[in-house]
């Protein structure tokens, strides 16, 4: 333990509140902690043995992390990393393109108003509500649509006609 920390300890002994001692205390074993662990060694120092700059990991298309500002970029570090974040552009606007894609063929194939499914729900909501169907089929609630049936083995896979 240190003496600065030895110190501190002697002089809470006379004080009364508890909430004292844990603010004055906690600090001082953070800087105790932090000094504790300078001391070992490390395989990275931070400095290279001849006392230049510290060295840093070289910025490629696949290992760039955005740590490094671009001022301290080389042309071909800087080259990498345009081409990265082009590439990151290309995959975002791409992705945007698709579902945009998506969407609209989910909206003309099934929500529109002159989509084939709404042609074929409007068709069974009139003969549901036309009195001779139901006299021939039964009652309203009970009368189910499904399309119509194929070889295939999906069930919810039936053309609409």
Request: hydrophobic share 35%; glycine share 8%.
């Amino acid at each position: 333990m240190s003496l600065l920390l030895r110190s501190r300890l002697g002089a809470l002994n006379g004080r009364r509140h508890p909430g004292d001692a844990r603010r004055t205390i906690l600090p001082l074993l953070q800087r105790c902690y932090r000094c504790e662990s300078r001391k070992y060694a490390t395989a990275n120092s931070g400095s290279s043995s001849d006392g230049s700059a510290p060295l840093r990991k070289q910025v490629t298309v696949l290992g760039d992390d955005g740590r490094v500002r671009w001022g301290d970029l080389t042309r071909k570090e800087k080259a990498a990393r345009t081409t990265q974040q082009s590439f990151n552009l290309f995959v975002v606007v791409a992705g945007a393109l698709l579902t945009g894609t998506v969407l609209t063929v989910l909206f003309w194939d099934v929500f529109a108003p002159d989509s084939k499914t709404a042609y074929f729900n409007r068709a069974v909501d009139r003969i549901k509500k036309d009195a001779r169907c139901v006299e021939l089929l039964g009652p309203a609630n009970k009368i189910k649509a499904y399309g119509e049936p194929t070889s295939s083995r999906w069930a919810r896979n039936r053309p609409l006609a």
